[in-house]
T-cell receptor, first 114, second 114 residues
Framework: GAVVSQHPSRVICKSGTSVKIECRSL??????MFWYRQFPKQSLMLMAT?????????EQGVEKDKFLINHASLTLSTLTVTSAHPEDSSFYIC??????????FGQGTRLTVV | AQTVTQSQPEMSVQEAETVTLSCTYDTSENNYYLFWYKQPPSRQMILVIR??????QNATENRFSVNFQKAAKSFSLKISDSQLGDTAMYFC???????????FGAGTILRVKS
């Protein structure tokens, strides 16, 4: 299957700082990318959907000013957690799909805010 | 809105035995796709099997097969000859035809015991 690379896999940041997570589709053009948040032993919670070159669509309850999503090219989307707080600590997962039906997932990023 | 229900939070099975994970969904759509994803301890999401709603034949991938009952809106996953590497969290997911978003169930933690 196609490969989606997510970086970094782990990051620790201080409260009040911003952290950026990258999601790259390595061997296909991702017309749509998705960002999820996952708490331990729980399901994936969709945060936002982004299409290349346009603004992301955020799910209800997700603060768009806190979780900035950029999808500037067909192979790269970034999630920036701004002014991070300990409650933002979580596992973040991206996925990408082209015009087909299958979504491909990145390895995930464990964010710890101290 | 579509919903996906997995009623078994945790299950265990002896190595080499067969186990079935349940999934029901609710939708008013006629054409859609159903998926089972596996999330092992590494937390990488892996597609196990997919089913197109317009296909009557149940999908099969090696030791993994589904029982798709469209009228009952049921989509169970059968794992035959369970292996230790099958230990993971399993998510049932739904996507409408020409859609983008995956709707996930709550997940089932499966433990394969030696």
């Amino acid at each position: 299957g196609a490969v989606v690379s997510q970086h970094p896999s782990r990051v620790i940041c201080k409260s009040g700082t911003s952290v950026k997570i990258e999601c790259r589709s390595l061997d296909f053009q991702a017309t749509t990318m998705f960002w999820y948040r996952q708490f331990p032993k729980q399901s994936l919670m969709l945060m936002a959907t982004s299409n290349e070159g346009s603004k992301a669509t955020y799910e209800q309850g997700v603060e768009k000013d806190k979780f900035l999503i950029n999808h500037a090219s067909l192979t790269l989307s970034t999630l920036t957690v701004t002014s991070a707080h300990p409650e933002d600590s979580s596992f973040y997962i991206c996925s990408a799909k082209d015009l087909g039906t299958e979504a491909f997932f990145g390895q995930g990023t464990r964010l710890t805010v101290v | 809105a579509q919903t996906v229900t997995q009623s078994q939070p945790e299950m265990s099975v002896q190595e080499a035995e067969t186990v079935t994970l349940s999934c029901t969904y609710d939708t008013s759509e006629n054409n859609y796709y159903l998926f089972w994803y596996k999330q092992p301890p590494s937390r990488q999401m892996i597609l196990v099997i997919r089913q197109e709603a317009y296909k009557q034949q149940n999908a099969t991938e090696n030791r993994f097969s589904v029982n798709f009952q469209k009228a009952a809106k049921s989509f169970s996953l059968k794992i035959s000859d369970s292996q230790l590497g099958d230990t993971a969290m399993y998510f049932c997911a739904f996507m409408i035809e020409y859609g983008n978003k995956l709707v996930f169930g709550a997940g089932t933690i499966l433990r394969v015991k030696s």
